[in-house]
C-alpha cells in the first residue's frame, strides 16, 4: 500500500466547470449540464485557468477530467460558434487544450460519465486513462454539421482503433457504446453508472501516490514511440530509465520491496 500525498482540499469556484484538488488529485469537472457540458468561450477559458494550476503545482500528481448530468460533453456549443473563425477558435481554444493534456507530466484520467461528441469526444480520448459509464457513449458528430475532426480525433483515432475503424467513425459519425469502445481498445474500462465517480476517484488517488515522476517519462515514451524506429525508442528508453533511476522513488521502491514495506513515493 502506498501512501497518499498530503495535500490540503481546496477548491476554485468557476461558472461552467468545478475544479478541486484533494489529496494529489485535481478533479475538474465540466459544468452545463443543461447543454450537455457543450464548450463555450467562457469554458476554454476556465478550463485554460485549471490546466495551468494543474501542470504548475507539483503537490498535484494526477488529473482527473469528468462532466456533470447525464453528458460528458457535446463537443463545441454550436450556439456560441464563430463561423468567420473556427481556425482561430482551434488554434486559441482546441489545440492548446489536447497538447496541454497531452504533454501533461502527470497521469491524466477520463471518466466519461455520458455523451461524448465532437470535441468532447476527442478530449477524452487525448486522457491518458479512459473509463466510461455503462450509459456513456462516443460520437464524432463532426461529418453531421460538415466539419472534419478536430481536437486531435485525426491523431488519436487511428492510433487507439486503427485505420478502417477511424475511418468508418469518421464519415459515419455512428454513436459507439461505452462497451463497444472498450472491446475496440479505445478506452480502458467500462463500469456501472452508479460506480463511475467511486472507481474514477479510487484510481486517481492510487496514482497520485505512485512514482509520477517515472509515470510521466513512461506516458512520452509511449507517445513518442508513434513516430521514431525502433533503435530511437531503445535509445529514448535507455535515457528516460536513467533518469527515472536518478528519482528518490526508485530507491524507495528497491528499498520497501526488499524490506518487504508499503513504499511510500513522492513523485521525484
Ligand atoms: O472552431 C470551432 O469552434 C469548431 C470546433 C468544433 C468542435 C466540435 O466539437 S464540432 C461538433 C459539435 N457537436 C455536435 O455536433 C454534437 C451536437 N449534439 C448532438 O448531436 C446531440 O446533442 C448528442 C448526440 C450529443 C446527444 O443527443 P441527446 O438526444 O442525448 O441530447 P439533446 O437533446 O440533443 O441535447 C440536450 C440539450 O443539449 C439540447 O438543448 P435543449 O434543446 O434541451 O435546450 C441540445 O440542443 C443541447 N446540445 C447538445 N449538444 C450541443 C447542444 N447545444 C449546443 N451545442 C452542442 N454541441
Not at 479510487?202 to 501516490?209: F, N
Request: with cysteine; glycine share 6%.
Amino acid at each position: 500500500m502506498s501512501t497518499e500525498p498530503k495535500t490540503p482540499a481546496t477548491s476554485v469556484s468557476h461558472e461552467t466547470i468545478d475544479f478541486t484538488v484533494d489529496a494529489g488529485v485535481a478533479t475538474l469537472t465540466l459544468r452545463r449540464p443543461d447543454k450537455l457540458n457543450a464548450f463555450t468561450e467562457q469554458m476554454h477559458a476556465e478550463i485554460r485557468d485549471a490546466m495551468s494550476t494543474v501542470a504548475t503545482e507539483t503537490d498535484i500528481r494526477c488529473l482527473l477530467l469528468t462532466g456533470t448530468g447525464k453528458g460528458f460533453c457535446a463537443g463545441q456549443d454550436l450556439a456560441d460558434l464563430d463561423f468567420s473563425a473556427l481556425s482561430d477558435v482551434l488554434e486559441k481554444n482546441y489545440n492548446p487544450l489536447v497538447k496541454s493534456i497531452v504533454n501533461l507530466d502527470k497521469p491524466v484520467i477520463c471518466a466519461v460519465n455520458g455523451v461524448a461528441a465532437g470535441a468532447g469526444a476527442n478530449l477524452a480520448l487525448a486522457c491518458d486513462i479512459v473509463i466510461a459509464a455503462r450509459s456513456a457513449s462516443f460520437i464524432q458528430a463532426f461529418s453531421k454539421i460538415g466539419l472534419v475532426p478536430d481536437a486531435g480525433g485525426t491523431w488519436t483515432l487511428p492510433r487507439v482503433v486503427g485505420a478502417p475503424r477511424a475511418m468508418a467513425l469518421a464519415m459515419l459519425g455512428e454513436k459507439v457504446s461505452a462497451e463497444k469502445a472498450a472491446d475496440w481498445g479505445m478506452i480502458w474500462e467500462v463500469v456501472d453508472d452508479q460506480d463511475l465517480a467511486t472507481h474514477a476517484n479510487a484510481l486517481a488517488t492510487h496514482l497520485a501516490a505512485q512514482p509520477t515522476a517515472a509515470l510521466a517519462l513512461t506516458k512520452k515514451l509511449l507517445r513518442e514511440s508513434f513516430s521514431r524506429s525502433l533503435d530511437d525508442q531503445l535509445a529514448l528508453e535507455r535515457d528516460f530509465q536513467t533518469a527515472a533511476s536518478h528519482t528518490a522513488d526508485f530507491r524507495e521502491g528497491v528499498d520497501a520491496f526488499l524490506n518487504k514495506r508499503a513504499p511510500h513515493f513522492i513523485g521525484r
